[in-house]
């Protein structure tokens, strides 16, 4: 067989050649912007070019600020494309962790949204700035995009390159501990958008309109624009408006067929009110990050008829590394019965080329490697108690297997309650507080104990004019868990703190609780 290097490139050459005129679409602080896959793998050229002419070559860090949208893809395929590493900075960090990624990954160059131009500190190290106009803002001193664009070349020639060389990188979000850089290469990009776009997984097609609601700094989307861009699907960014009823309203008026994102997010297009946008465009949701209650499921089926498909991942995974799908009716499940539910509410089989393995000796902690599977972090020579001598990856999640074969995440070892020599599982405590028709979110957090060590404490967010109280909601779960795992102490709060990319903030409610 022909040795042909697995390259980002071809994601842009494939889409221009045989997909030329499959729309584009990216909402900005005014509008909506249309273009084509013809023109924008035109502009990444041209992107290149000035990028070249700039002084960046291979291996240079080049760090986008941005929300979802149109020129934020076209980094997504230039900077690769021309050898150079794409660094997606998340926007929502803490400016101290912000400046620690920028210095530790060496960005030269960072491309930002004029709408997130008074966000943004600036950066030490940064040799230049260029500024995405996505509506008003200004950033002195900054070059701008749309000049740049028209400076380039329309016919530079992406390179020939080594496609164990790096494509982009992305830090953890830091939900445990200081964000650690995770580089993934050409090779590994393209297996796993080739992966996601498999019918099991996001089953990615031509004819959907695919809309990345998950950022495409939290794990390059999680493969979309590039698994979308690969099959030749059309794309729609949402920009800066990312509230529930502003997503709605765009997956309505751009007839939206897939999405994918975190749990809170599809949690708050349930609690729109009986006026919310019609989601009959969409034929699936990929949900993950977190675990996804049990109720989420049969909410979004019940009110919407749309299926959210659970999946699971990591940074470090690139990340989609499971997803959970009922196995074929003729092995006789009804989908309706509360047997399947629970299957679907497991984070499923592993991708192919993943493998796993569960470590008794660490309590069930699930173990897993894989070509698009991080061998080490970034720079961190020292951090390496997460990967095992004969090369496996420590996920710092607890599994059970269901079913035979579907992974079921118990919990992160670091958010288990160990009471009295025995562990409790955060995640099923939460997800069964969260099956109360009077609650919209829940966490649970360990909280230390003189008698047990640690003992759960419940963190619960009422709805509207609710007036459940504590024995409420241990008599709700006395018939559903082991009575032990009954927590002594629930505190009603306004809402769970979430971390910069929509997770529950468990660090957060410990400091305060603890
Ligand atoms: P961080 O570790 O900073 O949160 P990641 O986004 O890489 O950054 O998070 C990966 C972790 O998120 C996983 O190890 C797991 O604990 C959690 N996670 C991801 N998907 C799911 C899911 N479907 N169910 C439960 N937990 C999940």
Same mark, same amino acid.
């Given at each position: 067989?022909? +040795?042909?290097?697995?390259?980002?490139?071809?994601?842009?050459?494939?889409?221009?050649?045989?997909?030329?005129?499959?729309?584009?679409?990216?909402?900005?602080?005014?509008?909506?912007?249309?273009?084509?896959?013809?023109?924008?793998?035109?502009?990444?050229?041209?992107?290149?070019?000035?990028?070249?002419?700039?002084?960046?070559?291979?291996?240079?860090?080049?760090?986008?600020?941005?929300?979802?949208?149109?020129?934020?893809?076209?980094?997504?395929?230039?900077? &690769?494309?021309?050898?150079?590493?794409?660094?997606?900075?998340?926007?929502?960090?803490?400016? $101290? $962790?912000?400046?620690?990624?920028?210095?530790?990954?060496?960005?030269?160059?960072?491309?930002?949204?004029?709408?997130?131009?008074?966000?943004?500190?600036?950066?030490?190290?940064?040799?230049?700035?260029?500024?995405?106009?996505?509506?008003?803002?200004?950033?002195?001193?900054?070059?701008?995009?749309?000049?740049?664009?028209?400076?380039?070349?329309?016919?530079?020639?992406?390179?020939?390159?080594?496609?164990?060389?790096?494509?982009?990188?992305?830090?953890?979000?830091?939900?445990?501990?200081?964000?650690?850089?995770?580089?993934?290469?050409?090779?590994?990009?393209?297996?796993?958008?080739?992966?996601?776009?498999?019918?099991?997984?996001?089953?990615?097609?031509?004819?959907?309109?695919?809309? &990345?609601?998950?950022?495409?700094?939290?794990?390059?989307?999680?493969?979309?624009? @590039?698994?979308?861009?690969?099959?030749?699907? %059309?794309?729609?960014?949402?920009?800066?408006?990312?509230?529930?009823?502003?997503?709605?309203?765009?997956?309505?008026?751009?007839?939206?067929?897939?999405?994918?994102?975190?749990?809170?997010?599809?949690?708050?297009?349930?609690?729109?009110?009986?006026?919310?946008?019609?989601?009959?465009?969409?034929?699936?949701?990929?949900?993950?990050?977190?675990?996804?209650?049990?109720?989420?499921?049969?909410?979004? +089926?019940?009110?919407?008829?749309?299926?959210?498909?659970?999946?699971?991942?990591?940074?470090?995974?690139?990340?989609?590394?499971?997803?959970?799908?009922?196995?074929?009716?003729?092995?006789?499940?009804?989908?309706?019965?509360?047997?399947? @539910?629970?299957?679907?509410?497991?984070?499923?089989?592993?991708?192919?080329?993943?493998?796993? %393995?569960?470590?008794?000796?660490?309590?069930?902690?699930?173990?897993? %490697?894989?070509?698009?599977?991080?061998?080490?972090?970034?720079?961190?020579?020292?951090?390496?108690?997460?990967?095992?001598?004969?090369?496996?990856?420590?996920?710092?999640?607890?599994?059970?297997?269901?079913?035979?074969? @579907?992974?079921?995440?118990?919990?992160?070892?670091?958010?288990?309650?160990?009471?009295?020599?025995?562990?409790?599982?955060?995640?099923?405590?939460?997800?069964?507080?969260?099956?109360?028709?009077?609650?919209?979110?829940?966490?649970?957090?360990?909280?230390?104990?003189?008698?047990?060590?640690?003992?759960?404490?419940?963190?619960?967010?009422?709805?509207?004019?609710?007036?459940?109280?504590?024995?409420?909601? %241990?008599?709700?779960?006395?018939?559903?868990?082991?009575?032990?795992?009954?927590?002594?102490?629930?505190?009603?709060?306004?809402?769970?703190?979430?971390?910069?990319?929509?997770?529950?903030?468990?660090?957060?409610?410990?400091?305060?609780?603890?």
């Amino acid at each position: 067989m022909m +040795d042909v290097p697995l390259l980002v490139r071809h994601i842009a050459q494939r889409a221009e050649q045989v997909f030329p005129e499959r729309e584009l679409v990216s909402r900005t602080q005014e509008g909506i912007e249309r273009s084509t896959y013809a023109r924008v793998v035109e502009r990444a050229r041209r992107l290149a070019s000035a990028l070249t002419q700039l002084g960046i070559g291979p291996g240079d860090r080049v760090a986008t600020f941005g929300w979802n949208s149109l020129r934020h893809f076209e980094l997504y395929l230039a900077v &690769p494309s021309m050898g150079a590493v794409l660094h997606t900075l998340n926007i929502r960090l803490f400016e $101290d $962790d912000l400046r620690y990624v920028a210095a530790h990954a060496e960005d030269r160059i960072v491309f930002l949204d004029a709408s997130l131009a008074e966000t943004m500190p600036h950066l030490e190290g940064i040799e230049h700035e260029v500024l995405m106009p996505d509506g008003p803002g200004e950033r002195p001193g900054a070059l701008d995009y749309e000049e740049l664009i028209a400076s380039g070349d329309p016919a530079f020639p992406f390179p020939a390159l080594d496609e164990r060389s790096a494509a982009a990188m992305c830090y953890t979000s830091g939900t445990t501990g200081r964000p650690k850089g995770v580089v993934y290469s050409h090779r590994s990009t393209l297996l796993h958008a080739l992966g996601i776009a498999l019918p099991d997984a996001m089953g990615l097609r031509e004819r959907d309109s695919v809309m &990345p609601v998950v950022p495409m700094f939290h794990a390059n989307a999680w493969g979309l624009p @590039y698994g979308a861009a690969l099959v030749g699907a %059309r794309q729609v960014f949402p920009g800066p408006q990312m509230t529930p009823a502003a997503i709605a309203g765009l997956i309505e008026q751009e007839h939206v067929t897939f999405t994918a994102g975190v749990p809170t997010i599809w949690q708050g297009l349930l609690q729109l009110g009986d006026d919310a946008p019609s989601l009959a465009s969409l034929r699936e949701i990929v949900c993950g990050g977190s675990a996804v209650p049990e109720t989420l499921l049969r909410g979004f +089926d019940a009110r919407f008829g749309v299926p959210i498909v659970q999946a699971w991942g990591m940074t470090e995974t690139s990340p989609l590394a499971s997803a959970s799908r009922l196995p074929d009716d003729e092995r006789g499940r009804d989908p309706e019965s509360d047997e399947a @539910y629970a299957l679907r509410a497991t984070q499923g089989h592993v991708q192919p080329l993943v493998d796993f %393995r569960v470590d008794a000796e660490a309590g069930g902690e699930l173990l897993v %490697r894989g070509p698009f599977v991080a061998a080490r972090y970034y720079g961190d020579e020292g951090d390496d108690e997460r990967f095992t001598e004969d090369g496996w990856l420590r996920t710092g999640d607890v599994v059970e297997l269901r079913d035979g074969s @579907y992974l079921k995440l118990v919990d992160r070892t670091k958010d288990l309650v160990k009471s009295g020599g025995e562990w409790i599982s955060s995640v099923e405590l939460e997800g069964t507080i969260m099956g109360h028709p009077e609650v919209i979110e829940a966490a649970v957090v360990a909280v230390a104990d003189e008698r047990w060590g640690e003992r759960p404490c419940a963190c619960v967010v009422r709805t509207k004019g609710s007036e459940l109280d504590a024995d409420g909601i %241990r008599a709700f779960l006395a018939e559903r868990v082991a009575r032990w795992w009954l927590p002594e102490r629930v505190e009603f709060i306004d809402e769970v703190p979430k971390t910069s990319v929509g997770k529950f903030d468990k660090k957060a409610l410990r400091r305060r609780f603890a």
